[in-house]
């Protein structure tokens, strides 16, 4: 199915010229825009991706494309959503593959399967252009569809890629060699490192950094009864009297010893929030890191009674610090078909850790069916957490770490190279060099929850680091050089 979907975005550009430091900001952005709008002379841009909610993608369009078109840019949102479980399953194997990890033998089969879905595709999204209209494609989903309009319409067409690795490998040749038919038709690319940039589109790419709406409701800022509200509608708190949010209903639920997922009842899981927590909050993918962030978890936890190094106020610390890994409710999500099997690992894992370390662990599915309630409870967590963990195996640039520099919370990541795109180690956060590292991922958590002064710096710098580069503001800018180049 392929539908159009409105950006709904609850903010205007006068809002954001409103908070101070915000200000000057936006007006550089309109003076911008009323110099590029006669290059595009009216042109169309229409964007695809193929989810409208989940993940990074769907995260970045509404603020990006409201904010061109209170510029006066006519942008679209087009979604594709195919409903072929083989297609994602593909679609998933060229992703994981970019980032150089799976099987890269594709063979005659998978080839047929994403040429047919293309053009399908294709076709469905024909009778929403017009000639002349800038096509932005987002990942390799839609690509194929948007290279078959590439040569059929008269249209521009730019593919943008969300992900990649530094290095070849022959998983990253073997996606790069399937997809180099279908970048061929393309304008131009965009893509989020230089090291990302494959030899088939050497010479026309560009770097764009992902950004975030510091006013969305996944990012702005919550008074305490929002926070609190937002918590204990989600049942991750418990207040004593009714709360002042609206009653989403909605709540999270938990994993519960022996497998079973269920909200929060007892006194002793609502006092979960109540003591300093790590937290990790990301899509259930292997790429993520999850279990080796658990594994690092339970080493930090290991042996406290034998360790002679500690104060008492860094032993009370890590006595009582928790770790909560969140994600979206994996059946609601129709575009990541290995989410659920990711989650089951998650749980085994779980299972098997020692049973006085589990009752520190939170395995929490996040309510997805409002989108907002959703955004609300990941602010919360990510302002509440006392250190924010992106233990990412591989990581094109991460939101998840984007959210909580933003928020001045600390951050631990993993050495990705879309996170140290981000993070300046010992600035803005602590890295590990080997995400899979139990003893080093142990020894990093421990240097950071043994420092509350040292957590403040790093979140400070990391705040400063998304106001200068990382704010949707330099995104749109961004694009609409980008947008007029291509078509000039
Ligand atoms: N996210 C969310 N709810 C969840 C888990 C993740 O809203 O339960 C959001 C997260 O806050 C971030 C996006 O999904 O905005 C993930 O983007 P990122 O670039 O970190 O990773 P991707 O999912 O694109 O690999």
């Known amino acids: 199915m392929v539908h159009v979907v409105e950006p709904r975005h609850p903010v205007s550009l006068a809002d954001y010229e409103s908070v101070a430091p915000l200000s000057a900001t936006v007006r550089n952005l309109r003076q911008e825009a009323e110099s590029r709008l006669p290059v595009l002379d009216g042109r169309r841009v229409v964007m695809v991706n193929s989810t409208s909610h ?31 479980p083989a297609f994602f ?7 994981n593959l970019i980032h ?52 059929k319409l008269d249209i521009a067409a730019i593919w943008r ?31 989020t490192a230089p090291e990302y940039i494959p030899t088939c589109f050497a010479g026309r790419a560009s770097i764009i950094h992902p950004a975030i709406d510091p006013l969305s409701y996944k990012n702005r800022n919550l008074s305490v009864h929002e926070l609190v509200g937002t918590l204990a509608n989600a049942a991750l708190i418990k207040p004593w009297g009714p709360v002042m949010t609206p009653p989403f209903a909605e709540p999270a639920e938990r994993l519960q010893p022996g497998g079973s997922w269920a909200p929060a009842t007892e006194p002793e899981d609502f006092g979960l929030l109540f003591r300093p927590i790590v937290t990790q909050i990301s899509r259930w993918d292997r790429l993520k890191g999850f279990v080796p962030l658990m594994e690092g978890f339970i080493a930090l936890k290991q042996d406290l009674e034998a360790r002679t190094d500690l ?17 979206p409710d994996p059946t609601s999500i129709d575009d990541d078909p290995e989410g659920k099997e990711v989650l089951a690992e998650l749980c085994a894992a779980y299972e098997a850790m020692p049973p006085q ?3 520190d662990v939170a395995i929490v599915s996040l309510p997805m069916a409002s989108k907002k309630n959703n955004a609300l409870i990941v602010n919360a967590l990510q302002r509440c957490s006392d250190v924010v963990v992106q233990n990412s195996l591989q990581e094109g640039f991460g939101l998840t770490v984007t959210e909580p520099m933003w928020k001045g919370t600390a951050l631990m990541g993993s050495s990705a190279v879309g996170i140290r795109q ?11 060099k080997d995400a899979e590292d139990a003893g080093e991922i142990a020894k990093t958590l421990d240097t950071l929850l ?24 330099t995104q749109v800018q961004r694009w609409l050089e980008l947008l007029t180049n291509t078509i000039s």
């Open 54 to 84: 989940g993940g990074g993608v769907a995260e970045l369009l509404p603020p990006l494309l409201a904010l061109m078109r209170e510029l006066g840019v006519d942008a679209q949102w087009i979604v594709m959503e195919t409903h072929d």
């Open 89 to 95: 399953r593909l679609t998933k194997r060229l992703h």
């Open 100 to 151: 150089g990890i799976g099987d890269p033998a594709l063979g005659r089969a998978e080839h047929d399967l994403y040429e047919q879905v293309s053009l399908e595709n294709a076709d469905k999204i024909e009778k929403f252009l017009s000639p002349g209209d800038v096509l932005v494609v987002h990942d390799p989903q839609p690509m194929g569809a948007g290279a078959k309009l590439r040569e």
């Open 161 to 191: 890629c969300h992900i990649g690795l530094d290095r070849a490998t022959p998983q990253t040749r073997a996606a790069w060699d399937f997809l180099e038919g279908y970048a061929e038709p393309y304008d131009h690319a965009v893509f």
């Open 311 to 327: 104060s008492d106020e860094h032993r009370h610390m890590l006595q009582l610090v928790r770790l909560v890994l969140a994600g």
């Open 357 to 359: 370390i589990q009752s």
């Open 422 to 432: 981000q993070i300046r180690p010992g600035l803005d956060g602590l890295l590990v």
């Open 450 to 473: 043994r420092d509350r002064s040292k957590r403040v710096a790093l979140g400070r710098s990391a705040q400063q680091r998304v106001y200068d580069q990382f704010l949707v503001f």
